[in-house]
Each structure stands twice: as C-alpha cells, then as structure tokens.
C-alpha cells in the first residue's frame, strides 16, 4: 500500500504474532517495551496540562497482561514523579508487575479519587472474551466524566477484531496501542470508544503477517495534476444522472461536488426542472438531453442514483444507465436510489465489476442484503455489524466495489483485496444531502483517474470519503455540527 495508508491488524493476528516471541522468553521486553510507551503519551499529556511532578494518575488494573502493562507504567509514571496509584478490579493481577508498582511506593486504593486527572484503562486488551460489566469501583462514574481517559491497548470491552461491545465498555480519549493498530479501534462502536489512537512499537513488525485491513490517514493521490496543454476533454468527464421533481436538490449537491472536486466537464441528465434549478447555482454545468444510453456518449465516469426517489420514468433512466456502465465497464459510483436498481440479473449477476463503486450506508446494505436473501450477510450487519466483514461479503456477493458508510467507512474490492478504512467520524455529516455531495466527489474522481486494477477502485472510493470528512474537519473541528451539505462543498478544497 502507499504511504498514505497505516496497516491495521486484528486482535488474533497481533497475538499470534506475539505468540512464538512470548515462547522464546520475549515476553518482558515488550511488556516493558508497552509499558514504555503508554507512560510515554501519559507524561505527554500532563506535560500539556501543566505539570508533571504531583500529577494525580489512576490506573484501573484487570487480571492479564494489559493489567500487567498498566501496573508497569505506573510504576514509569512514579519514578518521573506522578502520583500513580491502582485499583485492582479483579481477584489477581499480573504478580511481577504489581511487585514492582508496590516497590516503587505504588498503593492499591479501594475508589477513584475524586481529583485523578487520567485514568488509565488496563482493565482488559486482547484476551477479553464475551461481554464485559463495568467494575464496581466507587468514584469510577465521576472520574470517568472528569478526568482525561486514556485506554491501555485497547479501551475495556471492545472486541478488537471486529470494535463490537458486546457488554458495557469504557470510552477514553486517547488509545496507546501495542504493535500495530487493531481493527477493534476503528470499526463500530470501538471506533466511537477508542479516541485518537497512538501505536507504540513493541518489536512485532517482522513477525507481522499481511494487514487485515489499512487504514487511509492522508491524501491518497489517485490522478494526475491538469497539465498545461489540457483542455475540458482531457480532464475528464463526468455523467451524473440524480435528482427528481421530488428531490431537486439532490441533483446540486452531486453536480456541485463534483465540479468543486475538478472535472473537466460534468454533465446532468435530468428533467427540465431540475436542470433550471442546478443551473442556477452552477452555470457551467452541461445539461445532457439524451435519455438512452447515447446520452453517455463521452463520458469517462457516470453518477447515479442521489434524489431519484420513487419517480418511475428517472428510475428507468438510471437503470438504462446503470446497464451502459456496467456492460462498457466505464467507471460508476451508485447511490442512494440508485441502489434500488440492483435487482434481478443486476443483483445476482455476482460480477458487475470493481470499476462499480457502490457507496451504501447501514441501511441500505441491509436491504441488498435483504435482496440477496443472504442470511450470512444479514447476520454481519445486524444490530451490532461487522462492518469490515460485511463489506468485503457484500463486495463479493455482487462483485463490485462497496464503499460502506458510517463512522468507520470501509471499502472493498470483490476479489478479496485488504479493504481501505476511513475514519471518518464527524458528526456534523451525519446530515441529509452529505451522501450526494460523497457521490459526487466520488464521481469526479473516477472520471480524471488513470485506474487500471481493482485495487484502485478501492483506493479511489477511499480517498473520496477522506475529502468528504476532511472537508466537515475544516469546516466545523470542535464538532459542532451546525453547517449543511452545501457548505460541505465549498470546504473541499484542501
Ligand atoms: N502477549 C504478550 O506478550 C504481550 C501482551 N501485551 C498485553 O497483554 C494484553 C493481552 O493480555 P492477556 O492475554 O493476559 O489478556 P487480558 O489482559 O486482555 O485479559 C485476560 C484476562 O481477563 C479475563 N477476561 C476476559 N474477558 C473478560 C470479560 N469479558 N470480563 C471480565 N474478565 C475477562 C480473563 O479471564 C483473563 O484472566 C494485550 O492487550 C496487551 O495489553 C503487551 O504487554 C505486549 C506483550
Ligand atoms: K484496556
């Protein structure tokens, strides 16, 4: 993978990683290697609070390693002077290391003092089983609200092969993970739960097999740059059929994005209506009058789907148009309504191809999983989903690229390639109208990119839903949550 991206692991791959180490009597090392690493961030973080000497640390200490890992970084912590004290929530804790927290003048309290300003999580990592019930410590509730919690590898109760919480679970601010980030921290609930994620080198990276999963942290560069010389056939041109009387506005958003995202020409199949209005505010857009697959004639990408609704003539369209695609295997991005279309030979073809990129939230893929009349896929998404398996499933199912949207977006390829995440939780996007600008940055990526392999088709859906939550960083970065899809335009230049 590029640069751009970071390896992501599950919970198993990093143990079994760990595993011949730990037999070879590597164990201590990168227990203090671990340990190392999260007094590190913690000194970090009261550094930028104030001071250090006096600073009051509570660690909440669980019965296995990561409680080991917990007990050693207190013991970090007290020889730079931090107040580091425990709690131990279980009826064990990892001997050695509570010997040498208790050598180093550590005390084991029975409560949370009121005044701990971070609370370490070490209560479970990786070996946690099932689901999981807050201990019942006397001041936990308070400190949890007050004092700044950082998770030791990963925040208690979250599995981290898959992020789903299958009980009660801890949410901290920060995460200080060991060997290599764990799809548990960035996908559903745990990627709610995990903070901002800091990875410490535990000496694992050679034993590591290939990712599960790699997480996209910065531009992806999936086309060239416009070149002098270039003229508007040469940068790429973008079909979007979307909008209806109904939903007209659906149909400015895609356009607008996608000019805003650089296209040499965007053109709108859309009623007259509609066409006036997107006019309006986006005059060099072109209105194509065609309806039949000629209208296509050109194009490097299509969009299809935002704001058809139920309108029966704009859906037979977007099929008419779907098809071109898919039999031409030129470029499209599927949304919304659009993916309504996917029935029949179009939902069980198995094969409409990687250069198909559907983009649907949880919702959606319910239904197609629905349509398919999958169980397996069904099961994925219920309730708490599997977000990575369900994509990949989903993307195999119909053989094309899916782009699943959520907090975590993740994206795969229908022939088993390691699916790109993206965090992307902001919850200003959680708005009508951000899935059609999605589509139409989308679109214009596919239309000015130089794609050859399916993993490309990945990289390129990925990288759009990274503008997409770049652009709601730079718009609203304390969160707030008050601006609309249209504004989210004029913030995708980055
Ligand atoms: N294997 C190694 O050598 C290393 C492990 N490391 C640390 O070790 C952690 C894994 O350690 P362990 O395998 O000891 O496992 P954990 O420390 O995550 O927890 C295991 C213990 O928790 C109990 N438990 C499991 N699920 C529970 C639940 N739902 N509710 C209550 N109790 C539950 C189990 O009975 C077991 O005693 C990693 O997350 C990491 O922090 C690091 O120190 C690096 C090296
Ligand atoms: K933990």
């Known amino acids: 993978m590029s640069r751009a991206t970071t390896p992501v692991y599950s919970g198993a791959q990093i143990r079994d990683a760990e595993t011949p180490l730990v037999e070879a009597g590597a164990g201590p090392d990168m227990m203090r290697r671990a340990a190392h690493g999260l007094a590190s961030y913690v000194l970090a973080l009261l550094r930028s609070d104030g001071k250090i000497y006096g600073a009051r640390v509570l660690g909440l200490i669980g019965p296995g390693n990561n409680g080991g890992d917990g007990l050693y970084a207190l013991t970090a912590l007290r020889a730079r002077g931090v107040d580091a004290q425990a709690v131990l929530v279980a009826d064990r804790a990892h001997p050695q290391a509570l010997e040498a927290f208790r050598a180093a003048g550590g005390r084991v309290l029975s409560s949370v003092p009121a005044d701990t300003q971070v609370l370490i999580d ?10 999981f019930t807050l201990p019942d410590v006397p001041g936990l509730a308070e400190a949890v609200g007050t004092s700044t919690v950082v998770a030791c590898d990963i925040p208690s109760g979250v599995d981290a092969d898959t992020g789903r919480c299958p009980g009660e679970a801890l949410t901290a601010e920060h995460t200080v993970t060991f060997g290599g980030a764990k799809l548990g921290l960035l996908l559903g609930e745990g990627g709610l739960r995990s903070g901002k994620i800091h990875t410490v080198d535990i000496g694992l990276q050679e034993h590591l097999p290939e990712p599960a999963a790699w997480e996209l942290i910065s531009p992806e560069p999936t086309r060239r740059k416009p070149r002098l010389g270039d003229h508007k056939y040469s940068r790429g041109s973008l079909q979007v059929v979307a909008g209806s009387p109904q939903f007209p506005g659906a149909a400015q958003l895609t356009v607008g994005s996608a000019i805003t995202s ?9 009623d007259a209506t509609v066409s006036a209005a997107v006019l309006q505010g986006w005059p060099e857009a072109v209105m194509s009058h065609g309806r039949g697959a000629k209208a296509f004639d050109g194009a490097t ?8 609704g139920k309108d029966r003539s704009r859906l037979v369209e977007g099929e008419t148009m779907l098809r071109a695609t898919v039999e031409s295997k030129v470029p499209c991005v599927l949304d919304a309504s659009g993916l309504e279309l996917l029935r029949g030979d179009l939902l069980t073809s198995g094969d409409l191809g990687g ?26 998404l219920a309730d708490q989903p599997d977000t990575l398996a369900a994509t990949r ?15 975590s977006t993740v994206v795969a390829g229908p022939s088993g390639g390691a699916p790109l995440v993206v ?24 239309a000015t990119a130089d794609a050859a392999q399916e993993q490309d088709w ?18 609203d970065p304390q969160g707030f949550g008050h601006f609309g899809a249209s504004a989210l335009i004029g913030a995708l230049r980055e």
Request: glycine share 14%; charged share 15%.
């Open 122 to 131: 070490a209560v479970l990592g990786t070996g946690a089983r099932g689901a």
């Open 393 to 407: 499933a989903l993307a195999e199912a119909l053989g094309a690229t899916v782009l699943l949207k959520g907090p």
């Open 458 to 475: 990945v990289r390129i859906a990925a990288e759009g839903a990274r503008m997409h939550a770049a652009a709601a960083q730079r718009l």
């Open 262 to 270: 650089g296209v040499g020409m965007v053109r709108l199949q859309a």
């Open 423 to 446: 965090r992307s939780a902001t919850p200003g996007l959680a708005t009508a109208g951000t899935g059609d600008v999605l589509t139409g940055i989308i679109g214009a990526l596919l």
């Open 301 to 308: 990408a299509a969009a299809i789907g935002p704001g058809l």
């Open 355 to 380: 250069q198909l990129i559907l983009t649907p939230h949880l919702g959606e893929a319910r239904r197609l999983a629905e349509a398919l009349e999958d169980e397996s896929l069904e099961e994925l």
